[in-house]
Nanobody, 124 residues
Framework: QVQLVESGGGLVQAGGSLRLSCAASGRSFSSYTIGWFRQAPGKQREFVVAVSWGTMSTYYADSVKGRFTISRDNAKNTVYLQMNSLKPEDTAVYYC?????????????????WGQGTQVTVFS
């Protein structure tokens, strides 16, 4: 089992940057694919980016490609989400999630463990 805790959210002006962290506890963190999702008020949770275990391959949603970067440090049991050139439409609660599936998955239903979320608000 894995416990996930997100941090790093906040209030930022459009064009600014934030770095989110997802700290994991529990065994075998390196054997989990980690994804970031976000949910804005009144909207469904949507996939943002994920990094697999093993090959460390990544996959980004088109809406964040070129602006967001995911990285993982298995020694620290942490995954990071660097968010640059933020836009008001990036405003949402951001969640990290873990799945034992080896390859990147984009559906929330395929993830077994979730953090509590961290709020990101981008103002213009």
């Amino acid at each position: 089992q894995v416990q996930l805790v997100e941090s790093g959210g906040g209030l930022v002006q459009a064009g600014g940057s934030l770095r989110l962290s997802c700290a994991a506890s529990g065994r075998s963190f390196s054997s989990y694919t980690i994804g970031w999702f976000r949910q804005a008020p009144g909207k469904q949770r949507e996939f943002v980016v994920a990094v697999s275990w093993g090959t460390m391959s990544t996959y980004y949603a088109d809406s964040v490609k070129g602006r967001f970067t995911i990285s993982r440090d298995n020694a620290k049991n942490t995954v990071y989400l660097q968010m640059n050139s933020l836009k008001p439409e990036d405003t949402a609660v951001y969640y990290c999630a873990a799945t034992g599936i080896m390859v990147v998955r984009t559906s929330p239903g395929e993830y077994d463990y979730w953090g509590q979320g961290t709020q990101v608000t981008v103002f213009s």
